[in-house]
Each structure stands twice: as C-alpha cells, then as structure tokens.
C-alpha cells in the first residue's frame, strides 16, 4: 500500500471517528443521539461513520494481505488507459506557488474586490506559467477581467465580490 | 402521456430566449470538451449560477445544451490529437484517430458530431417515452423503495468507479457523511458545522464540484507539462454529407444509440462504458472485424451515437426517480432542485410543462450540436491550439466567478479551494472522485426517505425488508457488492473469471 495511499484511507478513519466523537458527546449533551427516526439526529451519520470504519478497515486489511502474498500493489485493470503521463520536471513547485497565489487572490478578492485583484491575479498567473510577454500579458488580464465582469455582472446579473471599498464599475 | 407533456412544454419551450439559451449551452459545451481535462462537468458547475438568472426552463435548455455539446466535444481532440477531451470519447479514438491520419479529418470530426447528434436525438426520444412510464410505476414507491433506489445510486457508481470498490465506498460514505452537514430537518440543530453559521444550509454542491473537478484538473494539467506548446492544427471544414455519411449506418446508429440508451438508464454506468460496450458490439457484428482499429467510420458510428444516446438514458431515472446516473445528471439534478423543482413522479403531474420542457429542450441541443457542430468546426479545431498557460488562468478565473456567484458569498471560495485540494488528493491516489458527488446530491434524498420510512413503521427497520420492491433492490445492491469484492480466487473457482474495472467515469 503507497504511503499516500494510506494518508488518506486515514483520513477516512478520522472523519468516520470524529463522526463518532461528535454524536458520542456533542449530540448527546443536545439530547439528538437517541431515538427513532423523527428525533435522532445522529442516526444517519452514525450508520454512515460506522461503516466508513468498516470499509476502511477491511480495505487496510486486504491490502495487507495481498501485500504478504507478494502480490504488490493491487492491479486494477481500466477499460480507459488513455490519459497517462510522466510528472513534468519543476511542476511540483509551480503547483505549489500557483496554489500560493490562488490563496492570495481570494484573500485580497475579500478586502479589495473583484475590479482590483483579478486583473493582478491574472498577470501574475500568466507570468507564473510562463508568458514572457509584458504587454500581452497586461491587456489580455485587463480584457478577461471586463469581459467575465460583463457577462456575469451586468448580463447575467450575478455580482462579483466588491470588497470591504465596495469597488464597483 | 408522453404526447401530453410534449404539448405542456411546448407553450413553455417556444420562444427566442429558449432557443438562445440551448445554442449558447451547446456551443460552450463544445468548446469546453474539445479541451483536454475539461469536460461537461465543469462546464455543468461553472455555467449553474447563470442558470439561476435565468427563467427555469431557460436555464434547464442552457445547462442541457452543455451536456450534450460537451459530451461530443471531446471526440475533436481525440480524432485529431489522439487525446480524447474527455474519457468519455476515449473509445472514439480506436477509429477516429486512424481515420484522420488517413487525410480524413474532416470526414472523421463531421461523423463523430452527426453520429452524436443523431444518437442524441434517438436517446432523447427513448427518454420522451419511458419516463413517463417508469415515473406512473415509481408513484408507489414509498419512502423505503426510494432509500433504495438512492443506495443504489451509490452502490452502483462505486462498483464502476477507478481504483476499487473498497474506495469507491469509502469516498461514496464520506460524501454522504458531507450531505449531513448543516440544519437537522427533523430536530432543527446544526450538525458538524463547526460551529460556523455560513455551514447551516450545508456545504454548497457547486463551489464543491466546481473544486474537486475543475480546480483539481487544472493543478493536474500542470503536472503534464507542456504549457507553452500548441499542436498547430490548420483548421478544416466538416462536411455537411457526413450527416448522410452517418445516416447510411442507420442500423449501426440505432443499435449503438440503443445500446447508450439503456447504459445511461442504469445508474452508475455512464457513457463511457457504453461506447465501449457499444464499440465491442459494433465489431463483433461487422462482415469486417479487422477493419475496426484501422480508421473504419463505423468505429466512430457506434462510440459517438452510444455516448451521447447516453445522455438522453441517464435521464431516465434521473427525472423519474431522482436518481442521478452520474455526475453530470447530479449535478442537472441538482440545478433543477435550485431552481424550484423537485425531480421524481411528482414534477410529472405536478409540473407537467417542466418536463415537456426538458424533453424539448433536450431534443434541441442535439439539433443545434448537429447545426452548430458543422457550422463553426474551423473555430471548434482552432480551440485546440489555445495554449494552457492561457487557458490555466482563465479556467481558475472562471472557477471563483462561479462558486462565487451562487450565493454570492466568499466562503463558498475556500470550499472550493478545500474540495480543489481534496479532488487532487483523491485523484493522485487512485481514489473515485464521482461518488463524492453523486452522494453529495443523493445523501439529503437518502437520510429523508431512510428516516420517513422509520417514522411511517414506528422505528420497525424491517420496514425495507417486509416490503418486496425495497427488498429486491436491496438484495441487488448486496449481490452486485459482494460479486465484486468477492476474491479473485473465490470468483475463478466459480468459474466467474476476472472481473474488469473502468476507470473513472465522471464525465469532467
């Protein structure tokens, strides 16, 4: 079993316990963890939780045992293999800085407003991915800003975020 | 009945914002499909908030013409680049592909959107005849039968997903256990909301697709590499003739599209094995087997009618039921929910206009995909020139908007980064995505009829078990379950062989 693999059937461990924890004490003190259909609130979730363990465990457990038989990593045969590719060199760090700019963005997008950041967002991403051209780069982050600004503000009506200024066109 | 609803939709159908709306969805969902990693799903998710704006039916025939342009758009990358633009055309590419490189492009994309139009419209007309049936047969169902069905839903989607049924399960439980989070309908309490009042009305489904498709895709595209490059593709015109090309394949048309049709029907199937099935059965059934892989249009004939047939199956039972057969009716599912109308036998005699609308509205998409498909080809091939390190940006810029503009509410942006990072974990190890969503959409339908149907036996949970349809959807689930995850060697002495997996199957 891959280590990450296990990361995260571990993580589904934690959510079906912390499930578990929850109703064991947060639902029991509200008094929703008993009774039937109408009145348990934890019914559902503790059903689903429990077997999330179980799932996870059997899993674990099967993964093992093809593990000591010397099987290796279990084989799943896929009808559809066509979309397979080795990891470009350098792609783990441009993940990472294009996640870093993504928070940033919607932390400014908050205080500052859509007009403002997107346009800055964009140029930093184009540039992150590699356009080398300076002016093409700010009139395209200038253009797609208003563009998605007028379909979905002015034309469909859906407002984009105005920031703590309330920064609107 | 059929004929009835037609009628009631038509008043609603006919007019120039309807028809605007389809050819705009069909059009956009052409070009997001072309684009490799993209697919229908995103454009579903990004385009929803634009649905609300619009008046029901409107949006249905936008969201609808997206499905269906998307679920053909992917077959013009993968005859031309040998990159299906979905995994939904992967199939298209055995014969697509070799047929292009035989000097015949523009034959090879003209067939595939004739084919998918074509198909489309078959499967569409076997959704305009059976649903009305399987919804008059579903009016008595009661909650235990309706439980079932959504465990179905579940079940099934797991079975069929990438990695295994052992994770497709665990991904399908923890998207359930997500469907619990917000207001307790019955006590009226918050439940695992972390004590944040933005969580109350639950963790919105399309900030949460929007991440866990589109986000995720686009961290992936740049583990491909390859972001400064473009093909260089010379754009071509598709010939009109091949819609007479396809039409003179009729009975290969009609079989494959049949063949999608009740595929789709089955939930946790989806369109991509049924072009597969659909391709198997088209070569075993030819006087010239061995001309299949080589570039034979019939190849291209039974994948694109199959899958976008399939659209029209999955359909079915997702208007009829309320059961989504795969992310993309999950997510059309769940547009029709915020737009007012809940799906099942009762949006039939409640809301009969509505779903002559659809049914309309659906029929039209794969009109304007035929219309629209031919028309603007050059355009369509252009597309796939558009260099990723363009494309990334304006994708992720497109992602904000839309889990923005829902509630119009910035939390919604971090569950969307969140399920970003969850969908690429999941991705990275082998684990479904799909369930994530299907039991996102299904879980408040599942909890509500498991818990009615307590409260209608007196808390008796032989409820499901006393009543025959209940207990034989019940008992399909449990022998599909344990038939896959019996042992290999188990099934081999069974003499049931090796039981083959797809891959993922959502048709992002």
Redesign the interface.
Same mark, same amino acid.
């Given at each position: 079993m891959?280590t990450?693999?296990m990361?995260?059937?571990g993580g589904?461990v934690l959510?079906?316990g912390y499930?578990l924890f929850?109703i064991g004490t947060t639902?029991v003190a509200?008094g929703?963890a008993s009774g039937?259909?109408?009145?348990n609130?934890a019914?559902?979730?503790g059903i689903?939780?429990s077997?999330?363990l179980l799932?996870?465990a059997?899993?674990v457990a099967?993964r093992l045992v093809k593990a000591r038989r010397g099987n290796g990593q279990?084989t799943?045969?896929?009808?559809?293999?066509?979309?397979e590719?080795t990891?470009?060199?350098g792609?783990g760090k441009?993940?990472l800085a294009?996640?870093a700019l993504?928070?940033f963005?919607?932390v400014l997008?908050?205080f500052v407003g859509y007009l403002v950041t997107?346009p800055l967002?964009?140029m930093a *991403?184009?540039r992150l991915?590699?356009?080398r051209r300076p002016v093409v780069n700010v009139v395209?982050s200038l253009v797609?800003t208003l563009l998605?600004w007028l379909l979905?503000s002015e034309l *469909?009506?859906?407002?984009?975020?105005p920031g703590r200024f309330g920064l609107y066109l | 009945m059929a004929i009835e609803l037609l009628v009631q939709g038509l008043s609603g159908f006919v007019g120039l914002p309807q028809l605007l709306a389809t050819s705009f969805g069909v059009f956009v969902g052409i070009v997001i499909g072309i684009m490799p990693g993209l697919g229908p799903l995103l454009g579903l998710t990004l385009l929803t908030p634009m649905a609300m704006g619009l008046n029901a039916l409107v949006g249905m025939g936008l969201l609808l013409g997206i499905f269906v342009g998307g679920t053909c758009g992917g077959a013009i990358s993968a005859v031309l680049l040998r990159i299906p633009g979905t995994p939904i055309a992967a199939a298209t590419l055995f014969d697509g592909y070799p047929l292009a490189q035989k000097g015949q492009a523009p034959l090879a994309v003209g067939l595939a959107i004739s084919a998918s139009a074509i198909g489309g419209i078959i499967g569409g007309l076997f959704l305009i005849f059976a649903s009305p049936l399987l919804a008059a047969a579903a009016r008595r169902f009661a909650p235990p039968e309706y439980f079932a069905l959504a465990l179905t839903g579940i079940v099934m989607i797991a079975i069929v997903s990438r990695g295994s049924t052992l994770k497709g399960l665990m991904v399908g439980l923890a998207g359930l256990l997500v469907s619990t989070i917000g207001m307790d309908p019955y006590v009226s309490r918050m439940r695992f909301t972390f004590g944040q009042m933005e969580l109350a009305g639950g963790v919105g489904i399309v900030p949460m697709v929007i991440g866990l498709f589109a986000v995720s895709e686009m961290f992936r595209q740049l583990e491909v590499g390859g972001l400064d490059i473009s093909p260089g593709i010379e754009a071509f015109r598709a010939p009109f003739a091949s819609v007479s090309y396809a039409i003179r394949r009729f009975w290969n048309l009609f079989r494959s599209s049949t063949i999608g049709t009740f595929v789709g029907a089955l939930p946790g199937t989806g369109s991509v094995i049924a072009s597969f099935l659909s391709y198997s059965v088209a070569k075993a059934s030819s006087k010239n087997p061995d001309e299949y892989g080589t570039g034979t249009p019939d190849g291209v004939v039974a994948t694109e009618a199959s899958n976008n047939a399939c659209c029209g199956g999955v359909l079915i039972p997702s208007l009829s039921l309320a059961i989504p057969g795969d992310p993309c009716s999950a997510m059309l599912l769940a547009a029709l929910m915020l737009l007012g109308f809940l799906p099942g036998p009762e949006l039939f005699t409640s809301h009969p206009g509505m779903v002559g609308g659809i049914f309309l509205a659906y029929i039209l998409s794969n009109i304007m995909l035929l219309i629209l498909g031919l028309l603007f080809t050059p355009f369509f091939v252009s597309i796939l020139n558009i260099k990723k390190q363009w494309l990334v940006p304006f994708v992720l810029l497109l992602c904000v908007v839309g889990a923005y503009g829902m509630e119009t509410d910035t939390h919604d942006l971090w569950v969307m980064l969140l399920f970003g990072g969850v969908g690429y974990v999941l991705h990275k190890y082998d684990f479904p995505v799909a369930p994530l969503v299907i039991a996102r959409v299904l879980g408040p339908i599942m909890e509500d009829n498991f818990r009615r149907a307590l409260i209608m036996a007196a808390d008796e949970y032989s409820v499901f078990f006393t009543r025959p349809i209940s207990v034989v959807i019940l008992a399909i689930n449990a022998i599909a379950l344990a038939f896959t995850l019996l042992p290999t060697s188990v099934k081999t002495k069974m003499g049931l062989g090796k039981l083959r997996q797809s891959r993922d199957i959502d048709c992002a």
């Open positions: 891959r990450g693999e990361i995260v059937t589904f959510v079906g499930v929850e639902f509200l929703i039937g259909g109408r009145d609130a019914l559902f979730p689903l939780a077997l999330l799932v996870a059997t899993h099967s279990a799943q045969h896929a009808v559809v293999d066509v979309i590719y990891r470009a060199p792609s441009l993940q294009l996640l993504l928070v963005y919607l997008l908050e997107t967002a964009l *991403m184009f991915l590699g356009v395209i797609t998605v979905f *469909m009506r859906i407002p984009m975020p | -």
